[in-house]
């Protein structure tokens, strides 16, 4: 009975704010109507000076609702942009301890899984749509993954290319390893294992096409690796 009347309370609100909403709008549409069918009523000689002393009414007005919602706007920027730059600091910094890259030490167990709870809703309600799909991998790397740390620095740097993009940094395109190289001695070393990994990846895509018959152009360029003795090499029709 209760969860009945509660219900039938919300419909009549909202009914009576669309009655409002209604309303005001046909009181606004009225009035200008008239407003406009007085204009047209008056003289020629009357009509220029009534139109310019409407305008000097009018452009104030509209100038200052203006300034007030650009200025309004601006401060919703500069609060949010406050809260991202908060939360992408408290990220890397947390990150950087959790993947030990820093001198204080890793993160212990619970100390990341409270890192992890304090960072999820805030990530939520400021972080933007490049920053979670970035954040999303890293975890997914970091999941399927554990032991490649080549793969997880690499993800780490998407993530902090997504925050700076975020943030507003012009230079997004930055190469493989740039962001990496500020607190990582070997960071040539981490990329060409990503490279040599991805590159071993693509030829044993290719290989495998080769052997069920299904060859490209592109395949065919490529050296198939050596067979051994007895092995009949794969057939190329």
């Known amino acids: 009975m209760l969860a009945t009347l509660v219900t039938v309370r919300k419909a009549l609100s909202v009914v009576f704010a669309l009655l ?126 554990p032991g490649d740390a080549s793969a997880l620095m690499l993800a780490f740097e998407d993530l902090l290319k997504a925050m700076r993009k975020d943030l507003g940094h012009t230079v997004i395109t930055q190469p493989q390893g740039e962001l990496l190289g500020v607190f990582i001695n070997d960071v040539e070393t981490i990329v060409k294992k990503s490279q040599a990994k991805a590159g071993a990846a693509i030829h044993q895509y290719q290989w495998s096409g080769c052997q069920v018959g299904s060859c490209s152009t592109l395949r065919r360029a490529s050296s198939p690796p050596p067979t051994s003795l007895g092995t009949a090499r794969p057939s190329r029709t």
């Not at 000689?45 to 310019?52: C, G, I, K, L, R």
């Not at 899984?113 to 979670?132: E, K, N």
């Open 20 to 145: 409002l909403v209604v309303g005001v709008i046909y009181v606004v549409g009225w009035g200008l109507w008239m407003l406009g069918t007085w204009f047209l009523t008056l003289p020629t000689e009357t009509m220029t000076p009534v139109a310019a002393l409407v305008g000097v009414l009018l452009v104030p007005i509209i100038t200052y609702f203006t300034n007030r919602s650009l200025e309004r706007r601006r401060s919703l920027e500069t609060a949010l942009r406050e809260h991202k730059t908060k939360l992408y600091d408290e990220m890397m910094r947390g990150l950087m301890k959790m993947l030990n890259l820093q001198k204080n030490g890793g993160m212990h167990e619970p100390e990341m899984l409270q890192f992890f709870a304090d960072l999820t809703p805030r990530l939520i309600t400021y972080g933007s749509r490049g920053v979670i799909q970035a954040w999303s991998g890293f975890r997914k790397v970091s999941r399927h993954k």
